[in-house]
Structure formats: structure tokens, C-alpha cells
């Protein structure tokens, strides 16, 4: 069946402009997880979505970072007047809420470089 | 708190080399321990994973034993191959529905 998918898969973008990603999950997976990978490090715990319920939004670095998701759909996260500290991989992940183990599933992440 | 702690790499070996990389855990309750292996260019994906004690995880010759006494999980493959040369993330869910990922370590294995 289809993985989790996640548009662009790379995006070059000037500085101060608005960007927006976007991550298809797995159908039936009510939770959806963004992350941010900058270069050679780990990951960094975004959002999380489970639901209809209200997101966990206590890792978003500021308020220019936004997420948004209808049902248990697509996802979008939106980046405001970016900065090159932006420049990162941006990696969304799926899971199943009967999994009680909490498996992911990632998409292939987009890459953003800001100018 | 919750964390995961990995050896720092590069692990740099020959084909047919014995891998080991460590993990050990900090989490409250009864975690699920996870590997995962994200190839250049890549996402990460799913290598392994065991959900309690003394459970073993394994797939494509790599293994992985949960250890509550040691909270450790330690990836071992017997005998590596150049496309094993990867990223691998050691992670939990435990006490928290969002997931903790040690910082990962690089492998790279030479012919």
C-alpha cells in the first residue's frame, strides 16, 4: 500500500518569504507527527496531531511555525518569513492508534534551503 | 526525564565486520524500544523494534534484545555490507505519546 508522502521534496526559498509543506499519511493513521532534521543532527519533535483532538504544539521553535490538519487527512506545515536557520529536512510521520508499540512510518522528508 | 543516549559515530568498517552500536534509555513505565535507519537522502524507516523485556528484535541480520536490568537496546548485525552504510536512530515511546529519538550514528562500511 501507499507509504506517507510529503510535497515539495525540496524547496529553495529567499529569505522572509512564507513556505508551506505538506504530508499525506497513511490511511487510517490518526496520528501525524512533524519533525525537523537539520543537518547531521537528530530529530526535533514538532507537532503531533492524534484525531479530532486539539495538537500537541509545544515543539514548534516559534510562532512563525504553523501546522494544520483536517480530520484524519493531510497535513500541512507552514513556515512565515523564513530564516536560514530554517534550512533543515522536514520530516512528517504516521502512526496507527491501535498500535500500542507507537511504530512510525516517515515520509521522505522535504529539504529546505533558505537563501 | 526521557532520553536516549547512542554511541557517537562515524562507525567506520569492513564489509563482513562485526557491528555493534549502544543504546541505552532513560523512560518512565514500560517503554517500546525502536531502530530505525535512515539511508542517504532518505526518511527513516522501521529496522526493528521489541515492545517488552527480553524480547528481540530483529530483520535484514541485525538484532536487538530489550534489557529492562541495563535499559539497554544494542544493535548488532554479524556481518555488515556496504549497504548497510546508514544513519541508525535508537528510539522509545515510553510515558509519552511523542516519541524519543537518540541523536543517531552513522555507519559506514567500506568494500
Known amino acids: 500500500g501507499a507509504g506517507v508522502s510529503q510535497s515539495p521534496s525540496n524547496k529553495v526559498t529567499e529569505k522572509g518569504k512564507d513556505v508551506e509543506l505538506r504530508c499525506d499519511p497513511i490511511s487510517g493513521h490518526t496520528a501525524l507527527y512533524w519533525y525537523r532534521q537539520r543537518l547531521g543532527q537528530g530529530l526535533e519533535f514538532l507537532i503531533y496531531f492524534q484525531g479530532n483532538s486539539a495538537p500537541d504544539k509545544s515543539g514548534l521553535p516559534s510562532d512563525r511555525f504553523s501546522a494544520e490538519r483536517t480530520g484524519e487527512s493531510v497535513s500541512t506545515l507552514t513556515i512565515q518569513r523564513t530564516q536560514q536557520e530554517d534550512s533543515a529536512v522536514y520530516l512528517c510521520?504516521?502512526?496507527?492508534?491501535?498500535?500500542?508499540?507507537?511504530?512510525?512510518?516517515f515520509g521522505p522528508g522535504t529539504r529546505l534551503l533558505v537563501l | 526525564g526521557n532520553s536516549v543516549t547512542q554511541m557517537e559515530g562515524p562507525v567506520t568498517l569492513s564489509e563482513e565486520a562485526f557491528l555493534t552500536i549502544n543504546c541505552t534509555y532513560t523512560a518512565t513505565g514500560y517503554p517500546s524500544l525502536f531502530w530505525y535507519v535512515q539511508y542517504p537522502g532518505e526518511g527513516l524507516q522501521l529496522l526493528l523494534k521489541a515492545t517488552k523485556a527480553d524480547d528481540k528484535g530483529s530483520n535484514k541480520g541485525f538484532e536487538a534484545t530489550y534489557r529492562k536490568e541495563t535499559t539497554s537496546f544494542h544493535l548488532e548485525k554479524g556481518s555488515v555490507q556496504v549497504s548497510d552504510s546508514a544513519v541508525y536512530f535508537c528510539?522509545?515511546?515510553?510515558?509519552?505519546?511523542?516519541?524519543?529519538f537518540g541523536r543517531g550514528t552513522s555507519l559506514i562500511v567500506h568494500p
Open positions: 528510539a522509545h515511546t515510553g510515558g509519552s505519546y511523542i516519541p524519543t
Open positions: 510521520a504516521s502512526s496507527l492508534a491501535s498500535d500500542i508499540a507507537g511504530t512510525q512510518y
